[in-house]
Every structure is written in C-alpha cells, then in structure tokens.
C-alpha cells in the first residue's frame, strides 16, 4: 500500500512537466562538453559540471517550476562557481549559461543553444546531438543550434458551406 502511494506521488509531481515538455518536442544532448555553452529554451533541462561556473535565468519566474542547484530550490537569477554541480530545471522558460569542462546536459522542449568548445590538449571538446541526429564534436568556434519546434496552433481554415 505505501508502494502505491509513492508511485502515485511521483507520478503525479512528474505529469506537470512531462505535459509541458509535450507541447514542444525537442532534445538537444552533450556529453562531457568543454567550453561555453548558453541555452535558452522552454521545457525540462537537467545538467551536470564537473567543473566550472554556471548562471540559471529563470525567464518565467512567476510559474510553478523554479531551478535547483545541488537539490536545493533558487531564485530567479542564481550563479555559481565550483566543482560537482547538478542543476535541473524541472519545466518553464530559462537561460542557462556554462562555462566549464565535464558539461553534460540533457534538454527536452524548445529553444536555442549556443556552443562554443575549447579543446583540450588532446584536442576533444566534447560532443552534442540535435534530436535523433547524429553526435558531433563541439566546434571551437561558436555555433547557434535550435532544438524542438513549437507546435502548429493556428486554425485550421474551414471548408465554405
């Protein structure tokens, strides 16, 4: 019976973001990224810096969603520097901004990136995928990348009687 109700607690804090993500479908995904990275979008993102700074927006601070920073809840403007960061942005319109080494990021929704890799001495930046796309290498020099597409709500025109 205690099963049952966890399961159903979860699910029911998760639905709100999961409905949110599905009005604007999208991925964009990098993995041990070295650089700058700035996305700004609309939806669910989750990350993790293994070390340098990161500043979180939250655009649309008036919601039920506000980003967390190490699993604690923060404010509309937060910034931090440091090693071992997880941030996540469970839902809403934010702007992140990283700069750092060991950047792993996983967004779900709409928006637009802007990557900017710094090789390492092996020359690696680490890679990014838009989608169902391929994985490539973070370019060194900085690239606009949009991810995910908003959804067609126009009407639809009515056949003449």
Do not use: A
């Given at each position: 019976m205690r099963t049952l109700a966890i399961v159903g607690s979860v699910l029911a804090l998760a639905l709100p973001a999961l409905a949110s993500a599905e009005r604007t479908r999208g991925s964009l995904a990098i993995v041990d990224g070295r650089g700058t990275i700035v996305v700004k979008g609309r939806g669910a993102l989750l990350g993790r810096i293994d070390r340098g700074s990161l500043q979180?927006?939250?655009?649309?601070?008036?919601?039920?969603?506000?980003?967390?920073?190490?699993?604690?809840?923060?404010?509309?403007?937060?910034?931090?520097?440091?090693?071992?960061?997880?941030?996540?942005?469970?839902?809403?319109r934010y702007r992140v901004s990283i700069r750092g080494e060991g950047v792993n990021i996983s967004a779900r929704g709409a928006g637009v990136a802007v990557l900017d890799g710094q090789p390492d001495l092996a020359g690696s930046t680490g890679t990014y995928a838009v989608g169902d796309g391929p994985a490539q290498p973070l370019p060194s020099e900085p690239i606009r990348v949009a991810f995910g597409t908003e959804p067609d709500v126009s009407p639809q025109p009515r056949p003449l009687p």
């Open positions: 979180i927006t939250d655009l649309s601070p008036n919601d039920q969603w506000s980003p967390r920073v190490n699993g604690v809840p923060r404010g509309r403007l937060f910034t931090i520097r440091g090693r071992e960061i997880n941030f996540y942005v469970p839902g809403g």
